[in-house]
């Protein structure tokens, strides 16, 4: 496997102690690891790091993660600083500038901060920089809420158009079982989601410091493969090995092409802000003949949007179907529900003679 530019995302457990601060001993690990890559194979590496709530636990007297939102962007502000400073000290060992890029969902839904997050890691890379990748903590409600960088780490390597990503954690790959159980083994490939059916894939990692487990990891590597990213999930320990293309943990083949970066965050990242409720004909055209949203086809509007806000869009039984970028404000589409767009465009205007959600600006939930 010849990857040239590669993401790799790192969890909690794998930086910290149990009882929360940054393991310098591990953190030097894993830098040794990246360093080497770049230097050794010629590498581009983005690291996705979590670790900024956990570090930030012991320096505040936290003897375990807090549940309020206050206390978890207390420690994500203190910790944060102290994770930055630990990368830079360590990469300095080896002569690599590190850059801290913090993100939140509005960076990989908003196209504007879309761009400008691509063209912040891009010129980074060029000038010889490595990456360091964390969720805005200590302002951005939902990341904390969703509370792993796993989903994060396939939307960047999508982002940064990587060759591979890597998923590292305290386990070293998918399992048929539970691992700490005898008779298990561990799936070496998942070639399509199918493999992985009749897997129950477990929740949490030991270490209690992160809530992230399998299937957030699982779910982030169906995200880049679907997306035509291959994906190692495997344990730190193996992250050279990870790295350099030898057989370690599982590995899922890319399952289908880039796509625009557009539907990935659309479909992975954007958070609708209302829905709209389509009839049986209109969900039938949407989903089975991919073409756009008609005011013809919408029953009810929910929510309280602006025009290029996304949206959800329902069948009857009110089952998502779809997500799209709508063309109207929820006020105005009331007025259009039911109707043709020649009637629209004739009494309200030629700007009413256009599609509710364009089909270039929608994606299947399910397809």
Same mark, same amino acid.
């Given at each position: 496997?010849?990857?040239?530019?590669?993401?790799?995302?790192?969890?909690?457990?794998?930086?910290?102690?149990?009882?929360?601060?940054?393991?310098?001993?591990?953190?030097?690990?894993?830098?040794?690891?990246?360093?080497?890559?770049?230097?050794?194979?010629?590498?581009?590496?983005?690291?996705?790091?979590?670790?900024?709530?956990?570090?930030?636990?012991?320096?505040?007297?936290?003897?375990?993660?807090?549940?309020?939102?206050?206390? %978890?962007?207390?420690?994500?502000?203190?910790?944060?600083?102290? $994770?930055?400073?630990?990368?830079?000290?360590?990469?300095?060992?080896?002569?690599?500038?590190?850059?801290?890029?913090? =993100?939140?969902?509005?960076?990989?839904?908003?196209? #504007?901060?879309?761009?400008?997050?691509?063209?912040?890691?891009?010129?980074?890379?060029?000038?010889?920089?490595?990456?360091?990748?964390?969720?805005?903590?200590?302002?951005?409600?939902?990341?904390?809420?969703?509370?792993?960088?796993?989903? =994060?780490?396939?939307?960047?390597?999508?982002?940064?158009?990587?060759?591979?990503?890597?998923?590292?954690?305290?386990?070293?790959?998918?399992?048929? *079982?539970?691992?700490?159980?005898?008779?298990?083994? @561990?799936?070496?490939?998942?070639?399509?989601?199918?493999?992985?059916?009749?897997?129950?894939?477990?929740?949490?990692?030991?270490?209690?410091?992160?809530?992230?487990?399998?299937?957030?990891?699982?779910?982030?590597?169906?995200?880049?493969?679907?997306?035509?990213?291959? &994906?190692?999930?495997?344990?730190?320990?193996?992250?050279?090995?990870? $790295? #350099?293309?030898?057989?370690?943990?599982?590995?899922?083949?890319?399952?289908?092409?880039?796509?625009?970066?557009?539907?990935?965050?659309? %479909?992975?990242?954007?958070?609708? %802000?209302?829905?709209?409720?389509?009839?049986? *004909?209109?969900?039938?055209?949407?989903?089975?003949?991919?073409?756009?949203?008609?005011?013809?086809?919408?029953?009810?509007?929910?929510?309280?949007?602006?025009?290029?806000?996304? &949206?959800?869009?329902?069948?009857?039984?009110?089952?998502? &179907?779809?997500?799209?970028?709508?063309?109207?404000?929820?006020?105005?589409?009331?007025?259009?529900?039911? @109707?043709?767009?020649?009637?629209?465009? @004739?009494?309200?205007?030629?700007?009413?003679?256009?599609?509710?959600?364009?089909?270039?600006?929608?994606?299947?939930?399910?397809?």
């Amino acid at each position: 496997m010849d990857a040239r530019r590669i993401v790799v995302k790192v969890g909690s457990s794998s930086l910290t102690t149990a009882s929360g601060g940054l393991d310098a001993d591990r953190v030097d690990a894993l830098v040794d690891v990246l360093a080497k890559s770049r230097a050794g194979g010629g590498k581009e590496v983005v690291l996705v790091s979590s670790g900024a709530i956990a570090a930030g636990l012991a320096p505040l007297g936290l003897g375990r993660r807090p549940t309020d939102l206050a206390r %978890q962007q207390a420690a994500a502000s203190v910790g944060q600083g102290l $994770l930055v400073a630990r990368y830079t000290a360590s990469f300095a060992r080896y002569g690599v500038r590190v850059g801290q890029v913090l =993100l939140t969902s509005d960076d990989m839904s908003r196209r #504007a901060h879309h761009r400008n997050a691509s063209r912040t890691l891009d010129k980074l890379l060029s000038m010889g920089a490595l990456p360091v990748v964390n969720e805005n903590d200590t302002v951005a409600t939902d990341e904390i809420r969703f509370g792993d960088n796993d989903r =994060l780490a396939a939307l960047v390597a999508h982002l940064v158009r990587a060759d591979l990503l890597v998923l590292l954690s305290d386990v070293d790959g998918v399992y048929d *079982g539970d691992p700490s159980r005898p008779g298990t083994s @561990r799936i070496a490939e998942v070639r399509t989601p199918a493999d992985l059916a009749h897997v129950d894939i477990g929740s949490a990692g030991k270490a209690g410091v992160g809530t992230g487990g399998m299937v957030t990891k699982v779910e982030a590597a169906r995200i880049a493969a679907a997306a035509g990213i291959p &994906v190692v999930l495997t344990s730190s320990v193996h992250a050279a090995d990870a $790295l #350099a293309g030898r057989d370690t943990g599982t590995y899922f083949h890319a399952t289908g092409r880039r796509s625009g970066d557009r539907l990935l965050w659309l %479909q992975h990242a954007s958070t609708p %802000q209302g829905a709209l409720v389509l009839d049986d *004909g209109a969900v039938r055209a949407v989903v089975e003949r991919r073409t756009s949203l008609l005011p013809a086809g919408i029953a009810a509007v929910e929510g309280d949007f602006a025009a290029g806000d996304p &949206v959800e869009l329902r069948d009857s039984a009110g089952l998502p &179907v779809a997500r799209g970028l709508v063309n109207f404000d929820a006020r105005e589409i009331p007025q259009l529900i039911g @109707r043709s767009t020649h009637e629209l465009a @004739r009494e309200l205007g030629p700007a009413y003679e256009r599609e509710v959600v364009h089909r270039d600006d929608l994606v299947l939930l399910n397809p």
